[in-house]
């Protein structure tokens, strides 16, 4: 399993619709608007990175609002 936090940024004034959209994709485990450079912040999960790549790119960059995403794995130390 491998997860990530999906840090986004939105159109002006879209973030808790985008943040709502984003809860529904398979593998997002939860998404919530945020204060800050970023308007929205993403916990996924995918059974390996080319899973959680297409998560990323074909679903959650999909989404109607979203400018840009940046991509945040989770490293066990």
Do not use: F, N, W
Request: net charge negative; charged share 20%.
């Amino acid at each position: 399993m491998v997860e990530a936090y999906v840090l986004i940024q939105t159109e002006v004034g879209k973030a808790a619709q985008v943040a709502m959209a984003v809860k529904g994709i398979p593998g997002v485990q939860a998404a919530e608007a945020v204060t800050g450079p970023y308007d929205a912040i993403v916990h996924a999960a995918a059974d390996d990175v080319d899973s959680l790549g297409k998560l990323v790119v074909a679903r959650i960059q999909a989404v109607e609002g979203i400018t840009r995403t940046l991509t945040c794995p989770v490293v066990r130390l």
